[in-house]
Every structure is written in C-alpha cells, then in structure tokens.
Nanobody, 123 residues
Framework: QVQLVESGGGLVQAGGSLRLSCAAS????????MGWFRQAPGKEREFVAA????????YYADSVKGRFTISRDNDKNTVYLQMNSLRPEDTAVYYC????????????????WGQGTQVTVSS
C-alpha cells in the first residue's frame, strides 16, 4: 500500500511560482511512472504532467507546457511539480498519483492518489 502526500500549494499572484511536492510512503514508487492531475471547481480532473520511473521522459498538458516542470528524486521517494508563470486558470486542487498501466494521460490509468493540495492564483 502506498500513501501519497502532496504539499506546497498556496495562494500566489498571477505570474508567480510554486513548487509542489508529492512524498510517497509505505512502499517505494521508484519503479513507477508518476503523474500530476488537477481539478478545478465544477470541472473534471485533468492531466497536468507525468514522468517515467527513470525520469528520462516527461509528458505535459498543452496548457502547462513551457511553464511547468515535473521531476523526481527516487532516493527521496518524491515527485515535484515546479510551476512558473502561474495564471488564474491554473487554480485547482492538484493531485499526484502512481501510474498503473496504459495511457499515461488518463486518470483511470492511475492508482494510489494523494489527498491533493490547493493552488489558488489571483489576478
């Protein structure tokens, strides 16, 4: 059983930056791809970014490409999401998850979700 805890969210002005962390415990996630998703009020959960187990490959939603960077430290069992040039439309609860199988862009391909961390970007 894996427990994921996200942290680093908060309130930031448009154009600002935040760094989210996702710490895993209970079992190592170093052999799994990991992903970040977000869900805004009244909207479906959407893919943000993902990273392979080795960190060699990363994937991004078009809406965050060039602004967000996903990375991982397998020694620390932690995945990060560096968010720069934040926009009000980035406001959402951000979740990390362990990739299970199949399409890395679909939330149904993930299991072991964290509880989420709120990111609010003011204009």
């Amino acid at each position: 059983q894996v427990q994921l805890v996200e942290s680093g969210g908060g309130l930031v002005q448009a154009g600002g930056s935040l760094r989210l962390s996702c710490a895993a415990s209970g079992s190592t996630v170093s052999s799994y791809a990991m992903g970040w998703f977000r869900q805004a009020p009244g909207k479906e959960r959407e893919f943000v970014a993902a990273i392979t187990w080795s960190g060699d490959s990363t994937y991004y939603a078009d809406s965050v490409k060039g602004r967000f960077t996903i990375s991982r430290d397998n020694d620390k069992n932690t995945v990060y999401l560096q968010m720069n040039s934040l926009r009000p439309e980035d406001t959402a609860v951000y979740y990390c998850a362990v990739h299970k199988a199949l399409n890395i862009y679909y939330s149904s391909s993930y299991y072991y979700w964290g509880q989420g961390t709120q990111v609010t970007v003011s204009s």
